[in-house]
């Protein structure tokens, strides 16, 4: 499952791509029977959408698709980020701070926008590390991997996307 969600996000699989099961499990090394299940979780997420004659279509991100899974991470972490202000110790928020402007500075001297995209999860990953809420923890990881491949949907389509979110998460982790 992990590595066919993977392919989906990076785009080695393209949007509305046809796959089969038997193709699957011959590229994977293994029998239909788990690629059979990985596909029906996958599907259960959004990531496939199961067709007629048993054909595997993956899923496209549109533009609704994209707010929707933006909207729904946007009100999760803004939850976490409540619980959390006050639990994070000074240390990792100036530890936070420095990776954000050394990716800042490399990004400035090599103008590649890849060099933005550690720093893109680094407030994200700050906040569930030290949110207390294990519910709050279980659907923020769960929801984990449409944030992902909604980034690399928009990266892809926007690579500037990153040089634009930069500002903002330096505001985040300045308040």
Aim: charged residues 25%.
């Amino acid at each position: 499952e992990t590595a066919l969600k993977d392919e989906i996000i990076s785009g080695q699989l393209q949007p509305g791509a046809i796959v089969s099961i038997a193709d699957l499990a011959g590229q994977f090394g293994t029998s239909v029977t788990p690629v059979r299940d990985a596909i029906h979780r996958l599907s259960a997420l959004g990531f496939v959408k199961i067709l007629p004659r048993k054909e595997i279509r993956v899923e496209r991100l549109d533009e609704q698709k994209l707010r929707d899974i933006y909207e729904i991470r946007t009100a999760l972490e803004s939850v976490a980020i409540r619980a959390t202000t006050k639990k994070i110790k000074d240390a990792d928020l100036e530890r936070a701070w420095v990776t954000l402007c050394a990716a800042e500075a490399k990004f400035v001297d090599s103008r590649k926008t890849e060099d933005l995209l550690p720093q893109d999860s680094l407030i994200h990953d700050l906040v569930v590390q030290h949110c207390a809420n294990e519910m709050l923890i279980t659907l923020m990881r769960g929801f984990h991997d449409l944030g992902r491949w909604a980034q690399q949907t928009v990266i892809r389509q926007e690579p500037h996307a990153l040089v634009l979110a930069l500002p903002e998460h330096k505001q985040i982790l300045s308040a």
